[in-house]
């Protein structure tokens, strides 16, 4: 069992930056592949970014490439979201997630946050 705790979100403006956080405390942290999902209202789910527990392997969506970057420290348990840039399309309900594989569908994962609501004004 993983349990994960986002912080970090909150309202700025467009061109600001803000940085995500999500504690993950339970089983072995390393051992997991990370990522970062986002909702609105009446949407889908929608993949941000993902990292494997080596940090080889990093995806991201196309609309968040070259502004969003993820990282993750092991020895904290923790991994983060850098957002620049932010636009108003970047509002939404941001969830942490966990996962035994490589992959960028949300159905594969295994455990989820509480999500931080990031709001984004134009």
């Known amino acids: 069992q993983v349990q994960l705790v986002e912080a970090g979100g909150g309202s700025v403006q467009a061109g600001d930056s803000l940085r995500l956080s999500c504690a993950a405390s339970?089983?072995?942290?390393?051992?997991?592949?990370m990522a970062w999902f986002r909702q609105t209202p009446g949407k889908e789910r929608e993949f941000v970014a993902a990292?494997?527990?080596?940090?080889?392997?990093?995806s991201y969506a196309d609309s968040v490439k070259g502004r969003f970057s993820i990282s993750r420290d092991n020895a904290k348990n923790t991994v983060y979201l850098q957002m620049n840039s932010l636009k108003p399309e970047d509002t939404a309900v941001y969830y942490c997630?966990?996962?035994?594989?490589?992959?960028?569908?949300?159905?594969?994962?295994?455990?989820w946050g509480q999500g931080t609501q990031v709001t984004v004004s134009s």
């Open positions: 997630a966990a996962g035994s594989i490589r992959t960028t569908r949300g159905s594969q994962y295994d455990y």
């Open positions: 339970g089983r072995t942290f390393s051992s997991e592949t």
């Open positions: 990292i494997s527990w080596s940090i080889r392997w990093l």
